[in-house]
């Protein structure tokens, strides 16, 4: 981005320029040097759709800056944490770089950043920008506190994460980084009885039918809609993304879950897998870089009337696969007629469907999922609204004869109430 007061982003140095080996803890004794002028910035902790809270570590360089290093430079930046109290620096850390000869504007700057899953505790953050031709640096630390969410639904949830894990900011600035992660969370799910989860997530976005704020009575230009539709394909996928990743992470003892990806707007099933080893995250992630948002098979706009029958079609096909035997009452723990006994033999189907608010072409059939007969089940909605704007959904009328409980979520704090509450329905099967 070459203009006014711009930030040009440092790439992920891990996927580019390996950057040298650097004697970080004899370095960071130099807290006050700083050959490049630059400002370092640690952000108030958030939580993440991963269910995680999050830390980001920023440096900026004004392009300025940059004349003293001559013609040829290659800058890089690490990161790492210390825990309150300890003596050394965790091996964990954040590389991100320059190219070489990476020429920049006068008026622009370099922007570093890195972010870091964290546990509640104290830290203390050390940066060392160097350039590895000139060999000058500039050196800082930074202490920050992560505290315990108030109230937390989920307390023991990040139990038997470590301290501090980093992962590298994605190319696209509006998509959550999600590179796979190796720690787990703690997501027990103990039942009385088997358990067979199936968990059904649409990766498509729809776009609301309301203006934005502001917008109202300004023509939008072709830039502007495919921006749009660009921003909202990268919001989506990233908190699908995160959803999909946190439910893997549930361990049952006494059941299995099985994940679908589905794209309705192009009525393909992307992704599909058994997930008892643990989620294929390099075979999803590959699946969902098909999707352009912008591209749209001809064959699927033509038919875009049929989006409602294939998302139908996919659920009742799940519904209907066999378990070793007819329960004795169906419905959807309770809710359709029975008490919801049966015998402790029987797997319990549940259903998980998440997606952003839906609407189909006019003219769609949006006739309601068949509801099984003979099949004990329960079926949870959870629906992510980007905001207001939002509150149009025809894939809750797909789902009314199911009798679905239903969340609405906003926040990564909702996900993380549902995610409580339905949890704590499972554990009392």
Known sequence: MFFAAAPLFAQDATTSDAPPE????????????ADLPWS?????????????????????????????????????????????????????????????????????????????LVRPGDYTAGFVLFDRV????????????????????????????????????????????LREIKSRLWLPVPTRRPVQIELLVNFAATEPTTPSPGMSGLPETVQHRARSLRTRHQQNLARMLGIVKVFSQME??????????????????????????????????????????????????????????????????????SVSAPPAHAGNGGNGGSDGASPASEPLRVFIVVSAPVIFDRGSDLSPVAA?????YRIYHLQ?????????DDLSRLLRNLTPRRFYLQTAEDFRRAMARLLADLRAL
Do not use: C
């Open 22 to 33: 650097i004697p970080f803890a004899d370095w960071i004794r130099e807290t006050n040097r």
């Open 40 to 116: 370092v910035e640690v952000s108030p902790p958030q939580l993440s759709i991963l269910q995680r809270l999050t830390v980001e570590f920023r440096v900026r360089v004004p392009a300025k800056a940059l004349a003293r290093l001559g013609p040829t430079y290659q800058l890089f930046l690490e990161v790492r944490v210390k825990e309150a109290g300890a003596a050394g620096w965790l091996d964990e850390r954040g590389t991100v770089g320059t190219r070489l000869l990476e020429r920049v504007p006068k008026q622009a700057y370099f922007e570093f950043s890195t972010q870091a």
């Open 134 to 177: 000139s060999g000058l640096r500039s050196v800082a630390t930074r202490s920050f506190k992560v505290r315990a969410l108030s109230g937390d639904p989920l307390p023991d949830i990040s139990r038997d994460l470590p301290p501090v894990e980093f992962f590298q900011r994605a190319v696209d600035q509006e998509r959550e980084p």
């Open 252 to 321: 049952i003892p006494s059941g299995s879950l099985h994940i679908t990806a589905v794209d309705t707007l192009r009525r393909s099933i992307i992704f599909e897998q058994d997930a008892a080893g643990g989620l294929n995250w390099r075979r999803l992630s590959a699946a969902l870089d098909q999707m352009n948002p912008l591209s749209i098979p001809v064959q699927a706009l033509a038919g875009r009337r049929q989006n409602a029958a294939f998302f139908r079609d996919v659920l009742e096909r799940r519904l209907a696969q």
């Open 372 to 376: 099984p007969r003979g099949r004990d």
């Open 384 to 392: 992510y609204r980007f905001g207001a704007g939002y509150d149009f």
